[in-house]
């Protein structure tokens, strides 16, 4: 049987692990940034798209914390429907369904990029996409009003 929303690939972008031993923290302040992106390489036929996924975790000045991660990922999924699907449909399917399904490559990343090294490994928790979507559009929303 297969799915209306079909996962075709993945690519690993970018990724930036920095550690400094000499910062001895007793408890880390950690406060993972996701970041997401939803395109379409041909506008007007939406049965393609690209998901990018991205998380940050810590300082990039390693001043805050002793460590800084960053990583991003981008999906290539693709809908296939015997029934006509309208644009809200087909914007859930790839926003909620896809950023769900390229989740555990993202933290998988994190957590193979990190364990590399002496400390152990960061493991990101799993999270309800659901919410991470809200939250994310919401600060966009935010960020949008204030530069106005």
């Given at each position: 049987m297969e799915g209306v929303l079909q996962f075709k690939d993945y690519h690993v972008l970018e990724t930036h692990y920095m550690f400094n031993p000499f910062l001895d923290e007793e408890e880390e302040r950690l406060s993972p940034r996701f970041e997401y992106s939803l395109d379409f390489p041909?506008?007007?036929?939406?049965?393609l798209a690209f998901i990018k996924l991205g998380i940050t975790i810590g300082d990039e000045n390693l001043?805050?914390?002793?460590?800084f991660v960053s990583?991003?990922?981008?999906?290539?999924?693709?809908?296939k429907s015997k029934e006509e699907l309208d644009e809200e449909e087909i914007h859930s399917f790839y926003k909620i369904n896809a950023v769900a399904i390229l989740f555990p490559y993202l933290r998988s990343l994190v957590s193979d990029l990190t364990g590399k090294g002496s400390e152990p490994p960061i493991i990101i928790p799993t999270i309800n996409v659901v919410e991470l979507i809200k939250k994310y559009e919401e600060e966009k929303r935010i960020e949008k009003e204030a530069q106005k």
């Amino acid at each position: 049987m297969e799915g209306v929303l079909q996962f075709k690939d993945y690519h690993v972008l970018e990724t930036h692990y920095m550690f400094n031993p000499f910062l001895d923290e007793e408890e880390e302040r950690l406060s993972p940034r996701f970041e997401y992106s939803l395109d379409f390489p041909e506008e007007e036929n939406k049965k393609l798209a690209f998901i990018k996924l991205g998380i940050t975790i810590g300082d990039e000045n390693l001043i805050k914390n002793s460590f800084f991660v960053s990583a991003t990922i981008l999906g290539v999924f693709s809908i296939k429907s015997k029934e006509e699907l309208d644009e809200e449909e087909i914007h859930s399917f790839y926003k909620i369904n896809a950023v769900a399904i390229l989740f555990p490559y993202l933290r998988s990343l994190v957590s193979d990029l990190t364990g590399k090294g002496s400390e152990p490994p960061i493991i990101i928790p799993t999270i309800n996409v659901v919410e991470l979507i809200k939250k994310y559009e919401e600060e966009k929303r935010i960020e949008k009003e204030a530069q106005k």
